[in-house]
Each structure stands twice: as structure tokens, then as C-alpha cells.
């Protein structure tokens, strides 16, 4: 998977959280993932497709931080993942979706995005429909964790 590709999510997820919640994530080092466990407790996923390429890309946050995250964007912290929670993050995976998908229009990639799908509870699965490789890339900030995790595979023209 190369990091053209990669990066303009990396980016989006930075830009999105920078200005919507004021914070910052510091990112940690990527990795092949072989599994279909989420490493959070809430997680967005979204599927694209496109001319050259398929494939989906997910979030995935801790309970406290995405509780954080909440509290930044509206000034109130919940005390669990509650439905407004699990909103948010479909929200941020459809906003750094769309901008990773803007930069990627601007290489020559073109994808259309489904809606995100948010999935939470302790040891769920994200299960993407796609046979390229998953990348995980871990992000940390000090009340918690956060995984991206980018799955594409490339459409041969035949």
C-alpha cells in the first residue's frame, strides 16, 4: 500500500480533529494488521469504490477519548458511549473521508464514499470488504488511543 495513498488520510484525520476539537494525536508507527478485532471501543467504517480502486477505511477510538472528543466539539463530556458519541464518529469518519478523497481527486484518484457505519462495544469486529492489505496506524493523545485503519486493493483494467 503506498503512501500517497495512505497519507491524505493520516492528514485528514489530523486537520479534522486539530479544528473541530482542538486537539492533537500524535501518531505512532504503522503496521500490517492480520486480524478483524478493533483495537478501540467504538469504531466508523466506510466503504469506497472507484474506478481504480476499492476498499474501506475505519476509525477506531477508546471509550475516554472518544468521551473527550465529545466533550471539545459540544462542551459536554458523557459519561459512555451514548448514541450522540457513536454520531460523532460516523460524523469524523465521513469528514476525513472527505478530505482524503479530496486529495486523492487531486492525484487522479476517484472514489465514491458510502454512509459510515459505527460499530461499538468491547472486542467487536471490523470486518473490511476488500482483499488488499490492512494497515493499522495507531494514534495516541493522553486520554487514549486511537486506529486508523486503511484496507484498498487496486482494480485491474482488463
Given at each position: 500500500?503506498?503512501?500517497?495513498?495512505?497519507?491524505?488520510?493520516?492528514?485528514?484525520?489530523?486537520?479534522?480533529?486539530?479544528?473541530?476539537?482542538q486537539?492533537e494525536?500524535?501518531?505512532?508507527?504503522?503496521?500490517?494488521?492480520?486480524?478483524?478485532?478493533?483495537?478501540?471501543?467504538?469504531?466508523g467504517?466506510?466503504?469506497?469504490?472507484?474506478?481504480?480502486?476499492?476498499?474501506s477505511?475505519?476509525?477506531?477510538?477508546?471509550e475516554?477519548?472518544a468521551?473527550?472528543?465529545?466533550?471539545?466539539?459540544?462542551?459536554e463530556?458523557?459519561?459512555?458511549?451514548?448514541?450522540?458519541?457513536?454520531?460523532m464518529?460516523?460524523?469524523?469518519?465521513?469528514?476525513?473521508t472527505?478530505?482524503?478523497?479530496?486529495?486523492?481527486?487531486?492525484?487522479?484518484?476517484?472514489?465514491?464514499?458510502?454512509?459510515?457505519?459505527?460499530?461499538?462495544g468491547?472486542?467487536?469486529?471490523?470486518?473490511?470488504?476488500?482483499?488488499?492489505?490492512?494497515?493499522?496506524?495507531?494514534?495516541?493523545?493522553?486520554?487514549?488511543?486511537?486506529?486508523i485503519?486503511?484496507?484498498?486493493?487496486?482494480?485491474?483494467?482488463?
Amino acid at each position: 500500500m503506498n503512501a500517497e495513498f495512505v497519507n491524505p488520510f493520516l492528514q485528514a484525520l489530523q486537520n479534522v480533529l486539530s479544528m473541530m476539537a482542538q486537539m492533537e494525536l500524535k501518531p505512532g508507527k504503522p503496521q500490517l494488521k492480520q486480524d478483524e478485532m478493533a483495537r478501540g471501543d467504538v469504531s466508523g467504517i466506510i466503504g469506497m469504490v472507484g474506478p481504480q480502486v476499492k476498499g474501506s477505511f475505519s476509525i477506531s477510538f477508546e471509550e475516554k477519548l472518544a468521551c473527550e472528543i465529545m466533550s471539545k466539539m459540544v462542551g459536554e463530556e458523557p459519561d459512555t458511549l451514548d448514541d450522540e458519541v457513536c454520531d460523532m464518529v460516523g460524523e469524523i469518519t465521513n469528514m476525513v473521508t472527505g478530505g482524503a478523497k479530496k486529495t486523492l481527486g487531486e492525484k487522479g484518484y476517484e472514489f465514491q464514499m458510502a454512509t459510515p457505519i459505527v460499530v461499538s462495544g468491547k472486542d467487536h469486529t471490523i470486518s473490511h470488504r476488500s482483499d488488499g492489505k490492512k494497515l493499522i496506524m495507531p494514534f495516541s493523545h493522553q486520554a487514549g488511543q486511537a486506529y486508523i485503519e486503511i484496507c484498498f486493493e487496486e482494480i485491474s483494467s482488463s
